[in-house]
T-cell receptor
């Protein structure tokens, strides 16, 4: 059983819609990462969180350490947001455990 | 933009060949990682290093080996490639445990 669970697995939204991706984990962590992977395979780090909330442009990430849960929100979604979004937890030595990813497709 | 590089980007080879996947970063990071990702599956840590002459195996068992002779360079070697090694291999580095990880573009390996 994966110690990092993401939902949903797949998500299709129309341009402009608000998108939420959830991540739950069962291990102790020092930080949680949200990553974006495009079809070419390259991975970009979006956020690293250890508490509270972070915002970057149209992206918002929150984490509740007590409930071992994090969410990634995309406001006013756009077709260029189409990608796989991956949650990963950090054991404090930089060794990441990854969720299975959420495939997001935003249609015009 | 992250200064972490991987070569080759794509590699198709026959069974039994020895291969080395290169990873270099110019950020002076001590911590470097190799991840493996099968198509449509999640990433798994296969090797990591916390500095020169330090290497450890990750959570996923791998027949590959790594070395860290210089801070900026973390190559991965397969002595005898097999079709089961077909996968994408991603290298990453970080300044520390509370910092973001920077990923290389990956190497897509196909073993025939």
């Amino acid at each position: 059983k994966n110690e990092v669970e993401q939902s949903p697995q797949n998500l299709t939204a129309q341009e402009g819609e608000f998108i939420t991706i959830n991540c739950s984990y069962s291990v102790g962590i020092s930080a949680l990462h949200w990553l974006q992977q495009h079809p070419g395979g390259g991975i970009v780090s979006l956020f690293m969180l250890s508490s509270g909330k972070k915002k970057h442009g149209r992206l918002i990430a929150t984490i509740n350490i007590q409930e071992k849960h994090s969410s990634l929100h995309i406001t006013a979604s756009h077709p260029r947001d189409s990608a796989v979004y991956i949650c990963a937890v950090d054991d404090s030595w930089g060794k990441l455990q990854f969720g299975a990813g959420t495939q997001v497709v935003v249609t015009p | 933009e992250a200064d972490i590089y991987q070569t080759p980007r794509y590699l198709v080879i026959g069974t039994g060949k020895k291969i080395t996947l290169e990873c270099s970063q110019t950020m002076g990071h001590d911590k470097m990682y190799w991840y493996q990702q099968d198509p449509g599956m999640e990433l798994h840590l296969i090797h990591y290093s916390y500095g020169v002459n330090s290497t450890e195996k990750g959570d996923l068992s791998s027949e590959s080996t790594v070395s860290r002779i210089r801070t900026e360079h973390f190559p991965l070697t397969l002595e005898s490639a097999r079709p089961s090694h077909t996968s994408q291999y991603l290298c990453a580095s970080t300044e520390g445990p509370y910092n973001e990880q920077f990923f290389g573009p990956g190497t897509r390996l196909t073993v025939l």
